[in-house]
C-alpha cells in the first residue's frame, strides 16, 4: 500500500521552530524527489519546499532561510525544518511524491503560528 504519513504540526509561538516529517512506505522511496505544500484558509495550494534525487533543494521566496528540506533515505522519510516561524505560515503542510504520472499526496498535519 503506498502511503505518506505527515507528523510534527502543531502550535507554536511566532519565532519559535517545527519540524515537520514525511514517512514513506509502499512503492514510494524518498530518495526521488519530494514536495512540501501548504494551504492557508482561503488560498491556494503553494509549494514551500522541494529535494530532487540528486539532492538539489529549493524553496519558495515567502520561506527562503528559514526553512529546510532534507531526507533520511534509510528510514524513507522526508523532513521540513521550520524556524523563525511566522503567523502567515499557519496552514496545512501536505507532503507530495511525484511518480511517473501519478502524483501521492499525504493527510496533511496543521501548523499554527500565534503572534
Known amino acids: 500500500q503506498v ?19 514525511c514517512a514513506a512506505s509502499g512503492s514510494i522511496f524518498t530518495s526521488n524527489r519530494m514536495v512540501w505544500y501548504r494551504q492557508a484558509p482561503g488560498k491556494e495550494r503553494e509549494l514551500v519546499a522541494a529535494i530532487t534525487s540528486g539532492g538539489s533543494t529549493s524553496y519558495a521566496d515567502s520561506v527562503k532561510g528559514r526553512f529546510t528540506i532534507s531526507r533520511d533515505s534509510a528510514k524513507n522519510t522526508v523532513y521540513l525544518q521550520m524556524n523563525s516561524l511566522k503567523p502567515e505560515d499557519t496552514a496545512i503542510y501536505y507532503c507530495n511524491a511525484p511518480v511517473g504520472v501519478t502524483s501521492y499526496w499525504g493527510q496533511g498535519t496543521q501548523v499554527t503560528v500565534s503572534s
Open 3 to 21: 502511503r505518506l504519513v505527515e507528523s510534527g504540526g502543531g502550535l507554536v509561538q511566532a519565532g519559535g521552530s517545527l519540524r515537520l516529517s
